[in-house]
Structures are given as structure tokens and as C-alpha cells.
């Protein structure tokens, strides 16, 4: 899967995600170079059946791209889905004919690249741009041989920058744009819908805007039985999933088909693990996952970056449940202010905090989402958070 759909500016700034949206002929090009290359693997995996599958190559994208410094919410909220089908149209109609492309995952918004305009109105202008000129001078870079009280423009010190906390800023305003990208631009998803019609041939998955378990279930059962032809074959969930997995633990019954009915004629349904049973499952993974890193001779640094991302996984597992605030504090701290503890020993641990009652509950038996008290005071995008956004 090709992304072409992430606005980063980390990611834009080497040439990848969003941005690749701007030349869609070159993004055609690295499709045709990747299906080059899985024709070259599947050669060599033929001799081995076994092993021998076929993959094909997607790509991930959004309706089109814009400069977020210059973007004005306002009007495009105003705007209908025209313009945005017609920009959208041409980039998959670039890719699929020139790159062979059969299926596309569309996040239905624009994406929008750069830093975003300051906040503020018209009157504020004036006082924005003193302070502009303000921190411009304050950040002006000392030269070795000149004398440190030098005076610019009368009244201004020449200082050292703080590069850690420029860089800290940086790092703090390309988050801000992150979460800004999948909230203000407005979502379309109409336009994936007349894509599908336009290229009957391609399938299309849906992103963006689906928050719980039955929109999923809306657009697969809009689908059909027989999706093979193309249109919209499914839907793609993030941090829904990510922030309350359990309201997401059903999604299993879309793939099973309708089993025999016993002799009383009623059917047979797979019993659904506790949550208690999911953690202790992902614990030996995570035992497993360690033990395979040290035998490759992995860092330590390496095993400690392991180990964050492990810890990470579950940390919403008991989201609306008793416990849950407990077994998260445990799992900050346990990260946060030890370095030797495994990734399942900080699960292990957490887990002492999580009632009984908690860890047998079934877990596809949750709480909804808006019947949790959520506290957004700071809007965060990173793992571990109470709610990522």
C-alpha cells in the first residue's frame, strides 16, 4: 500500500504521503515500479507453492492537497462536492490507467500540507505582527568575534537560539497540524461514491468520519455479497478503533458466513474471549515478540523502543470500564520510570489494578463511546493519551 494520504510535514518534507498528491504522474510511476517488483518476487516464489500468493498494490490518499497557511475553512465548508470529485477524479484516473492500481483506500477530506495561519482576527493583525518581529529579533544568531551587548535596531539583544526548544516548538506545531488535518477540513464522503461510479473496475474503501461499529456495518451491508466487480467495498477505521477497541470486538461476524443450524435449528456462534483473556494472550506475544528482538542482538535502545510501542497497544482495552483509570496510570508510570521491566511484565503489573469483575467481561459487552465522560483540556495525538484525537 502506497500512502499518498498523510499530511505530516515530517513525512511531506521527504517527499512522501499528501504531497505525493501534487504529481500524479510520478505517483503512477512508483506504482508501476512496485508491481515490477512483486512480478520479479512472484517468479521466484513459484517454485515454492507453499509461499507462493499474489499481491496487489493499493494506495492510500486523500481528495486532493492545499496549502494549509493560505486554506480558508469558511469557504470550502460552502462549497459542494464538485470540485473536489474533479480534482480527486483526475489524480485515480492518472494512477489506475498509468500505474495499474485496483484498489484505492480514500480519506475523504482534503489534505493540507505546511504549517497553519496563525489564529486570531483582523484586529489582532497589528499586535501579531510586532510580536513576529519581536521574536525575529530575539532570535537572531549571535556571530562569534561580534561583542555580545551589541545592540540591534537600538533596543534588542543578540541572543543564542535555543535550538531544543525551537525544535521542541517545531515538534509541538506539526502535531497541532496533524490533528487539525482530520478535523477541519470538512469531510466528503459523497465523493468516494461517485468515484466508485466513475471507475466501476476499481474498488474503493472508505476513510475518514467513521466512529462506530454500525457505520461499518451500514457500508458493508451496502455492499453486498458480491464485491468483486468493484465500487466500494469497505470501510477503514483509526483512532475510533485505536481510542475504544472493544465497541470495534465484533467485527469478526462480518467476515464469517452463516453456519448450519443444529438440530433444534439454531445457529452456532463463536464465544468471545474476556477481556482478561485478550490481555494475557497479548502478553505472551509480547514475550514472544522480546525474546525474538534479543536473539537478533537488537540495542538496547532498540528493545526500549520495542517496548514503548508494545505498551502501547492495549492501553485503551478497558475504556468506560472500573479500573481502567488505575490500570492507565500504572501503565505511564511503569513506562515511564523503569528501564529493565519488559513490555509484559508493565501489562502484568497494570493488570493488578483492573477489578475482577472488569477482566471477565466479555469483550464485545461496552460501554458507547458518548456515554463516557471525556476530558479534552489538552488535545493530543500521540499513543498513551487518555483519547487521541
Not at 466512529?211 to 475510533?240: E, H, K, L, P, W
Not at 528482538?293 to 510501542?309: E, M, N, P, Y
Request: hydrophobic content about 35%; charged content about 30%; glycine content about 8%.
Amino acid at each position: 500500500n502506497l500512502n499518498c494520504g498523510c499530511p505530516s510535514n515530517a513525512v511531506g518534507g521527504r517527499s512522501g504521503g499528501a504531497i505525493l498528491m501534487k504529481d500524479p504522474a510520478h505517483v503512477a510511476q512508483i506504482v508501476e515500479c512496485m508491481n515490477r517488483s512483486l512480478q520479479s518476487l512472484s517468479e521466484v516464489q513459484r517454485s515454492h507453492e507453499e509461499y507462493h500468493r499474489v499481491v496487489d498494490v493499493t494506495v492510500k490518499h486523500r481528495l486532493g492537497v492545499r496549502d494549509a497557511s493560505t486554506y480558508d475553512a469558511k469557504i470550502d465548508h460552502a462549497k459542494n462536492d464538485v470540485e473536489a470529485f474533479q480534482v480527486c477524479q483526475n489524480f485515480v484516473k492518472t494512477i489506475t490507467l498509468i500505474g495499474d492500481v485496483k484498489k484505492c483506500h480514500v480519506h475523504a477530506r482534503l489534505g493540507l500540507l505546511g504549517e497553519f495561519a496563525a489564529d486570531g482576527d483582523n484586529e489582532n493583525d497589528d499586535k501579531k505582527g510586532k510580536q513576529n518581529v519581536r521574536l525575529q529579533r530575539r532570535q537572531s544568531l549571535w556571530v562569534p568575534g561580534q561583542e555580545k551587548n551589541s545592540n540591534v535596531d537600538g533596543d534588542e539583544k543578540r541572543i543564542k537560539i535555543d535550538h531544543k526548544r525551537e525544535q521542541e516548538r517545531a515538534r509541538k506545531r506539526s502535531r497541532e497540524a496533524t490533528m487539525k488535518n482530520r478535523s477541519v477540513p470538512p469531510l466528503r464522503p459523497g465523493v468516494v461514491d461517485q468515484l466508485a461510479a466513475e471507475f466501476p473496475h476499481i474498488e474503493f474503501v472508505k476513510n475518514g468520519g467513521i466512529q462506530t461499529f454500525s457505520d461499518v456495518c451500514d457500508i458493508a451491508q451496502s455492499v453486498g455479497s458480491d464485491c468483486s466487480s468493484g465500487g466500494v467495498v469497505g470501510s477503514m477505521v483509526g483512532r475510533a478503533a485505536i481510542n475504544h477497541p472493544c465497541a470495534f470486538a465484533a467485527a469478526d461476524k462480518l467476515w464469517e458466513e452463516k453456519e448450519e443450524g443444529d438440530s433444534d435449528g439454531n445457529s452456532h456462534r463463536h464465544r468471545r474471549p474476556t477481556r482478561g483473556e485478550v490481555l494475557q494472550d497479548y502478553i505472551d506475544y509480547c514475550n514472544r515478540e522480546e525474546e525474538r528482538v534479543r536473539t537478533l542482538g537488537a540495542s538496547q535502545q532498540s528493545i526500549k523502543v520495542l517496548r514503548s510501542r508494545l505498551v502501547a497497544v492495549p492501553f485503551h482495552l478497558f475504556m468506560g470500564e472500573d479500573g481502567n483509570d488505575a490500570f492507565q496510570r500504572r501503565m505511564r508510570k511503569l513506562t515511564t520510570k523503569t528501564v529493565s521491566l519488559s513490555a509484559s511484565s508493565i501489562l502484568a503489573g497494570s493488570a493488578l489494578f483492573v477489578p475482577a469483575e472488569t477482566l471477565n467481561k466479555c469483550v464485545d459487552d461496552f460501554v458507547p463511546l458518548e456515554d463516557i465522560p471525556i476530558f479534552d483540556g489538552f488535545r493530543r495525538s500521540s499513543a498513551m493519551q487518555r483519547m487521541i484525537f
